[in-house]
């Protein structure tokens, strides 16, 4: 350890420049994960925030779930053996504010459960973002395919569908609008799914990659972040081999007077771990800085689970890569590697 610390404070630059790129691709890393997360709940905040269970969409639908209808008497035998499943519909619309402004929003309508809000004929419940809108509770609300208006019952927090913010309303008011008596989606929570004939089962998982461009947004998202981390592996293999083909005499007589293999490894993990620990304590400050920094409405969370998954990739490739580089290290003679080093 000594060793490697003298090595580091004598080739401070070099070192300086490796934690400095390191620094960077992780903190570039975190953002996007950041911006991963954030458009992945912005994206189905809904979906994501029920508990674990089983979706299940019509076998016509072909895993679409717009397209997807559950018959009735399915959906009554469903739910009167499963008291605390649920169907429920979701369609992308819009509705009219006093001033004829119009908002996107989802709306979304189930049976009675505590998984969803419930609300009354000719009332809304809408996500808090449309607060921020101008929209308040008590304001009434209309739309094109309603013969009549709804009035605002209140706001919920962070419930959002396909990037729209989710508008509740009373299954009536619903089959009005879209034409519909058949609900698109039955949900029993819990981890056994049963067998339902002429349904398809999704786990949660299964079904947000039926929403339209979530599978799409979430992989572009997720390959850039597995490059960077493969980057940052490329790094350190590349810095080590470098310095280690310079330093192939130094090993030699280290070796010439005893000091064994293993202790030289341990020496390129131990500068591979502080500059890694380092770069990666900065790149957190400076996620959480951009966290605070950053523009309201824009999409970003970066959890405490992500970051200590993330820096554990980041030693896992950092210790993967400084080894792979120092397996010269293995076959280095003393007697040819100090004749070498004299050249």
Do not use: C
């Not at 350890?1 to 300086?16: G, I, N, P, R």
């Not at 913010?165 to 009373?170: E, F, L, Q, S, T």
């Not at 049963?194 to 998202?221: C, H, R, W």
């Not at 310095?243 to 390129?268: D, R």
């Amino acid at each position: 350890m000594k060793l490697a610390w003298k090595e580091m404070k004598k080739s401070k630059s070099k070192f300086l420049i490796l934690g400095s790129i390191i620094f960077l691709v992780s903190f570039l890393t975190f953002i996007i994960s950041g911006l991963a997360n954030g458009l992945s709940q912005d994206n189905a905040a809904l979906i994501k925030d029920l508990p674990s269970g089983h979706f299940y969409l019509d076998e016509a639908a072909d895993g679409t779930y717009n397209l997807s209808k559950i018959d009735e008497d399915v959906q009554a035998s469903v739910l009167k053996e499963h008291p605390e499943a649920t169907a429920f519909s979701i369609q992308m619309g819009f509705v009219n504010d006093a001033e004829d402004k119009q908002h996107s929003v989802a709306f979304v309508t189930s049976t009675d459960s505590d998984l969803f809000e419930g609300v009354k004929d000719g009332e809304i419940v809408l996500d808090r973002s449309l607060e921020k809108e101008g929209i308040q509770v008590g304001d009434v609300l209309t739309n094109n395919q309603f013969s009549g208006s709804f009035t605002v019952a209140g706001f919920v927090d962070q419930k959002k569908y396909s990037h729209a913010p989710v508008a509740y309303i009373h299954m009536t008011n619903y089959q009005e609008m879209y034409r519909v008596m058949e609900m698109q989606t039955l949900f029993i929570p819990g981890q056994d799914a049963p067998v339902i004939g002429g349904l398809d089962s999704f786990t949660n998982k299964g079904f947000l990659n039926t929403i339209p461009s979530y599978n799409a947004e979430q992989m572009s998202l997720n390959m850039i972040i597995w490059f960077l981390v493969i980057i940052s592996g490329m790094l350190f293999a590349i810095f080590f081999y470098m310095m280690n083909v310079q330093k192939i005499g130094l090993y030699g007589i280290l070796k010439a007077i005893g000091m064994k293999t293993i202790s030289l490894f341990q020496m390129i993990w131990y500068q591979m771990l502080a500059i890694t620990a380092v770069a990666l304590l900065l790149s957190i400050l400076f996620s959480q800085g951009f966290n605070l920094l950053a523009p309201e409405g824009m999409p970003f969370a970066l959890t405490v689970d992500t970051i200590l998954i993330l820096s554990a990739v980041f030693l896992v490739v950092g210790f993967i890569g400084a080894t792979i580089s120092g397996l010269q290290i293995k076959k280095i003679e003393p007697l040819q590697a100090i004749q070498q080093g004299e050249m």
